[in-house]
């Protein structure tokens, strides 16, 4: 006789992963799912297999928040190790160039501040972006040439944490669209050199960091009320963005998706984003203008 199926539960909130290493995003996903019985669960930036960190998981209605979180701020440690280059620009390619030359200290810090900033930076073949609709990875895996265009990305620091003469360890602060792989691979080309991520941990993603984590090892060690008391709410994946409360009348305007006037002392005149709240809860997100509340996604 089959066992019964599980029933599917109307969950929201977030699940802030240490994600382990040699898990795809889409396992882990998936196991969360299954953990908390969530109706619906998303994630809010792909890591690669062999990365671990910081996997912000939506359930239920979080998954709407998703956009804001991707977008936010990421730290990555990681190490670069010297003298070789491979086709992943990490550890599970193969290699394809190898030097002699290892920098010292002072030799990559000289150089690191030629990757601050707004920069044009060329995505690794082996990464998620389209080419005429197919995956880059896909085309590379099948052996068909693969020219991804450099891309603008921002970095607002990088440091240099730890350095030794056949690898160093570094930690970058960086904008949406930055591939750390690529990072390792033009520093050490432009110290005369190869290099490639040998080690990748995500400490952050937008207002979601380290200290947030649990581990899969965690969740599954608890039961259903201790596992759902782990969840962070909705709102905390807004990070910094403002909040607008709003009062019973207005409430039901925006839940039907209407645009409302915003009264009272100190009401904002223009905010180009935030979220609106009633009595704790998101009710939705969207922007100021000329005083009125507009809805851009509305929460259930």
Known sequence: MSAPKRVKRAISGWVVLNKPYDMTSTQAVGKVRWLFS?????????????????????????????????DGTKIYRFAITWGSATTTD???????????????????????PQFVGTIMQRPPIFSALKIDGER??????????VDLPPREIDVDAIELIEHGSESSILEVTCGKGTYV??????????????????????????????????TIEQLEALDGAARDALLQPVWSGFGDLPEIR???????????????????????????????????????TGWVEFGQFRPRRVFN
């Open 38 to 70: 969530a109706a619906k669960a998303g994630h809010a930036g792909t890591l690669d297999p062999l990365a671990t960190g910081i996997l912000p998981i939506a359930l239920g209605e979080a998954t709407k928040a998703v956009p804001q979180v991707q």
């Open 90 to 112: 990490d550890t599970e390619g193969a290699v394809i160039a190898t030097s002699d030359r290892r920098p010292d200290r002072a030799a990559l810090e000289a150089v690191l």
């Open 136 to 145: 880059a990875y896909d085309l590379a895996r099948a052996g068909e040439a």
């Open 246 to 284: 709003l009062d019973a009348l207005q409430a039901s305007a925006v839940r039907h998706g209407n645009t409302v006037l915003l009264t009272g002392a100190g009401s904002p005149v223009s905010v180009d984003e935030c979220w609106a709240s009633f009595k704790g809860d998101v009710l939705a």
């Open 181 to 214: 792989r690529s990072l390792a691979r033009d520093i050490g080309e432009a110290l005369g050199t190869r290099g490639h991520v040998s080690m990748l941990h995500r400490a952050a993603v937008g207002p979601f960091t380290d200290e947030d984590a649990v």
